[in-house]
T-cell receptor
Framework: KNEVEQSPQNLTAQEGEFITINCSYS?????LHWLQQHPGGGIVSLFM???GKKKHGRLIATINIQEKHSSLHITASHPRDSAVYIC???????????FGQGTRLTINP | DTEVTQTPKHLVMGMTNKKSLKCEQHMGHRAMYWYKQKAKKPPELMFVYSYEKLSINESVPSRFSPECPNSSLLNLHLHALQPEDSALYLC??????????????FGPGTRLTVL
């Protein structure tokens, strides 16, 4: 079992829908990244959070440390949001990120 | 400037070639990373440099040789690679804020094909 698990693995939705991607982890962490990767492209960090909630435009990320769970929400989804979304956690005491397997999101017009 | 640059964008090499990948950042970050990413998989950590010293080597074969000439530059030297080493190679950097982790910034990657 991976230390960081994401669900769903694949998600297809219509433009305008509200999207939720979930991330659960089984180890103590100091912070968690939500990353975005477009096909064939590099990786962009959307958020890094260690508690509470962060918002940037149509994207919202939340984390519940007690439940070891984080979610990424996209409001009013758009075809340009189609990408792979990866959650990655800094395990406590470690310099490195532990990655989830990614969620492939497709938004149809 | 929150940019990590990588060159080249694409590289095709034979199994007997020697080549190098280059990564540069001018954000003053003191930690730099090399990752390997195969298609439809998350990145796999290869190396971490901290304050220009190699701090993590994830049991990477010796045909990959990292180098950190200065705090802004990270190289990955490649020699006698195998076709299965074909992948996207990503560089990243981050700063240290005491014991708290900071955001990792990723470069666009070098897509490597080994023939």
């Amino acid at each position: 079992k991976n230390e960081v698990e994401q669900s769903p693995q694949n998600l297809t939705a219509q433009e305008g829908e509200f999207i939720t991607i979930n991330c659960s982890y089984s180890v103590g962490i100091s912070a968690l990244h939500w990353l975005q990767q477009h096909p064939g492209g590099g990786i962009v960090s959307l958020f890094m959070l260690s508690s509470g909630k962060k918002k940037h435009g149509r994207l919202i990320a939340t984390i519940n440390i007690q439940e070891k769970h984080s979610s990424l929400h996209i409001t009013a989804s758009h075809p340009r949001d189609s990408a792979v979304y990866i959650c990655a956690a800094y395990v406590q005491g470690a310099q490195k990120l532990v990655f989830g397997q990614g969620t492939r999101l497709t938004i149809n017009p | 400037d929150t940019e990590v640059t990588q060159t080249p964008k694409h590289l095709v090499m034979g199994m007997t070639n020697k080549k190098s990948l280059k990564c540069e950042q001018h954000m003053g970050h003191r930690a730099m990373y090399w990752y390997k990413q195969k298609a439809k998989k998350p990145p796999e950590l290869m190396f971490v440099y901290s304050y220009e010293k190699l701090s993590i080597n994830e049991s990477v074969p010796s045909r990959f040789s990292p180098e950190c000439p200065n705090s802004s530059l990270l190289n990955l030297h490649l020699h006698a690679l195998q076709p299965e080493d074909s992948a996207l190679y990503l560089c990243a950097s981050r700063d240290y804020r005491g014991s708290a982790p900071d955001t990792q910034y990723f470069g666009p990657g070098t897509r490597l094909t080994v023939l």
